[in-house]
């Protein structure tokens, strides 16, 4: 009932206000509590069995979407060892301290990003740090950033279900994890494997998303499928996951993100209503 939803959504909004630690994973062990002086509502958590079908891309996309909506939003790049959310936002400053905190970087719409590029001299520089080290940054990342007052924090995982996956969710106070895939990765237990790791660390699955899905014929507008067929409903209806959203694949998404516009592509699907209220019951 969407009356019942907007309800729900006030009801959210007041509780965040005056509990901002309220939320579900609260009281797990091994969570590292929030800074003192940050309260960030809801952190979710972008996440895919492989590497390449568009985490980052999503977490941008969602970052924006409900930034366009009027919410607050940050951005944790968990990815240490392949950064990519600086580049799509055309960030390149760095972070400045704020007391014993860092001062996350203000993209143009004002979402606050923190990533190891950033505090990297030159943006190419590779990380070659090993896990341990890795998932120490990402709590950094969590404990010791002045991300202020959040509604949304979004974080881009690495690829696959590696030491630092295992830390975001040990660690960080995860609402859920949006877990995405692209007609590429044939292999359905790829999906499934970053479905489990989740359900093992009992985090809720918000849903799927399926990227680079089809592609819009420039000519006559129909939809190709380059990748073959889609299978996300098959993984939604083996696994009980809902589908959020599935993407095309757009060469103009892929020129905005290499010229860091980002925050200006117009058919953000993440930028509805409908996303919003269906995370409200998050
Ligand atoms: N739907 C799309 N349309 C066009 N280009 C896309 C689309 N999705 C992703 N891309 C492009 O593909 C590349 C890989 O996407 P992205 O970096 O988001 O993947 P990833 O899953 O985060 O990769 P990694 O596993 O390395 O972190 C990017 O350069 C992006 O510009
Ligand atoms: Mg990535
Ligand atoms: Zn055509």
């Known amino acids: 009932m969407p009356g019942q939803k907007e309800n729900n959504r006030e009801n959210n909004k007041v509780n965040n206000q005056e509990a901002p630690q309220d939320h579900a994973a609260t009281g797990k062990p091994g969570l590292i509590p929030q800074n003192e002086l940050n309260e960030i509502n809801r952190v979710i958590a972008i996440m895919s069995g492989k590497g390449g079908v568009g985490k980052s891309l999503v977490s941008a996309l969602v970052a924006v979407g409900l930034k366009k909506q009027g919410l607050t939003v940050g951005i944790l790049d968990a990815d240490i060892t392949g950064p990519s959310i600086p580049r799509m936002f055309g960030l390149y400053e760095h972070p400045t301290p704020l007391g014993d905190l860092i001062l996350p970087v203000k993209s143009k719409l004002g979402i606050m990003v923190i990533s190891i590029n950033l505090f990297i001299p030159e943006e190419d520089e590779p990380v070659i740090w090993r896990g341990p080290l890795l998932a120490n940054v990402v709590k950094q990342f969590w404990k010791d950033v002045a991300w202020g007052k959040l509604d949304y924090l979004i974080v881009d995982l690495p690829p696959g279900t590696g030491d630092v996956p295992l830390t975001v969710m040990q660690s960080l106070p995860l609402n859920g994890t ?16 970053a479905i489990k790791m989740t359900k093992m660390m009992n985090i809720p699955i918000l849903g799927l998303v399926e990227n680079m899905s089809y592609l819009n014929c420039p000519a006559c507008g129909e939809k190709i499928y380059p990748f073959g067929p889609s299978y996300v409903d098959e993984v939604a209806n083996k696994t009980g996951l809902k ?10 998404l892929t020129a905005l993100c290499d010229r860091g516009e980002i925050e200006e592509y ?12 269906f995370l409200v019951d998050v």
């Open 178 to 193: 949006i877990v995405v895939s692209s007609p590429q990765d044939l292999a359905l237990m790829v999906v499934r494997k």
């Open 243 to 252: 589908v959020i959203e599935v993407l095309p694949l757009e060469p103009d």
């Open 266 to 277: 117009k058919n953000n699907p993440f930028a509805q209503g409908n996303f919003l209220s």
